[in-house]
């Protein structure tokens, strides 16, 4: 039985003031008052979390599964359905094409491409909104109504008559569905997992590999036998089980263990939920770019992905004027697809094993190596060397894919990681709309896509080189922290010496005269 504050003797309350101005130990979660978004209200909650419960009482902790395994099944649907159709639309592309006008005319395939464009923009673009409604309603709400809006906007596609209104009900109704579903499968992993986020991320992130090997098979058939408005209908399908997967992200209750000794007084958790729940939250909590680590971070992820996407988006005209006598050009995708899910596994799991911060080296190594094989792709003189080049470009996208959540937990802790999330991804968006439209223009200008795969290699080498100072400024802070905390612990033990030496003489004395 854990023994109540008013219990405690002296010689304990003693004890448990000189551990409280202990650090924590390495590898727990920090306390609210570390967080970034924190400020005067910091202390004020430490002392009333002593005060409420015993020293030594820890968190609940992720419970590693059980309803965790469902919860990432549902993520893992929400990632192939979101990012699967994304990755497809190249076949949408064509049937948009044959629907609404001619493939050779150029107006026309120019309007056409931006239904596609506006939609992946928009998806990254609404995560800082994401994030907060994220924070303001919980990971289960946002999911579940950003799944119905999606399968508004898809269904309402399926419905026009000409290739504007897409723009409206493509583009941005269903994108922004699609976008306030997303972003809460990539919070809530980190509420049931801690010791396998890394692998779980993984599995999670898989699911858009498998779909985007198998949806342009299905996209393919659907399209040639019922055209693309029954194909969007048939779509509409994988919103409506994703609109039922978010009702699995429910938030973690305290187990009856916990609720018992509230109600005893040995839990110091139950003031402090209520002091967090109480506490208003920021709408955007910008303060979380005081956080240089995460900073930097921020910066160098989307410093990278100016000449990331470009192969992704030009590869395959590039093989159609290169390797006009092939076949099956597809394959390259699907080598880039099935890679991608083995790298998203493979290196998830072994981001378990790196510790802290120091998983974004694994970013870095799969930033040199997009970088290179982006270089490499003109220099490909058979068909057999540029599906080498789609394998390996393919294996490190699942590897700096699978451990963008867990880095974000470890910068900025668990209370901040919707917003970091969400301004990384809405800051993503920049550089996936304006690098592969720069390429194709260099393209238009030159007549020839070698400049383009060149310098599409140079951005993920510089944003690699910046993402190297993100464990040095990390662990620098850390120290200056572990510094500050010893000082006091120092300063604290050196005033209680003193008061003890200060009173020992009075005492004597006392003592002395009695006798």
Partial sequence: MVPSPAKLTAAERETSETESLDPAPLG?????????SDGSEAAAEKVEIELVGPAGAEPPQPPEGGWGWLVMLAAMWCNGSVFGIQNACGVLFVSMLNTFGSEDDDQMVFKTAWVSSLSIGMIFFCCPIVS???????????????????????????????????????????????????????????????????????IVTAGSS??????????????DSVGLFYTLRVLCVFMFVLFLAGFTYRPLASSAKDKESGTKGGNRFSLFSKRKSSRPKKIFNFAIFKVKAYAVWAVGIPLALFGYFVPYVHL??????????????????????????????????????VPGVKKVYLQVLSFIFIGVMSMMIPLCRVFGALIAVCLIMGLFDGCFISIMAPIAFELVGAQDVS?????????????????????????????????????????PLIGGAVLCFVPWIHSKKQREINETTTGEKTEKMLENQNSLLSNSPESFKKESDSF
């Fill in 28 to 36: 727990t979660a920090p306390l609210s008052g570390l967080g970034p």
């Fill in 132 to 202: 907060v409604f994220t924070d303001l309603f919980g990971c289960r709400k946002t999911a579940t109504v950003g799944a119905a809006v999606g399968f508004i906007g898809l269904m309402s596609s399926s419905f026009v008559s000409s290739i504007e209104p897409l723009y409206l009900t493509y583009g941005i109704i269903f994108a922004s569905g699609c976008s306030f579903a997303y972003q809460p499968s990539l919070i809530i992993l980190g509420h049931y997992f801690k010791k396998r986020l890394g692998l779980v991320n993984g």
């Fill in 316 to 353: 395959m005209k590039y093989v159609n004027e290169k390797f006009q006598d092939e076949n099956n050009k597809e394959v390259l995708l699907m080598c880039i697809g099935i890679t991608s899910g083995v790298g998203r596994l493979l290196f998830g799991r072994i981001a378990d094993y």
């Fill in 419 to 459: 917003q970091a999330i969400g301004f990384l991804l809405g800051l993503m968006s920049i550089p996936m709309t304006v690098g592969p439209p720069f390429a194709g223009l260099l393209r238009d200008k030159l007549g020839f896509y070698d400049v383009s795969f060149y310098l599409a290699g140079v951005p």
């Fill in 210 to 223: 498998i779909f985007t090997i198998l949806l342009p098979f299905l996209l393919r058939v659907l399209t």
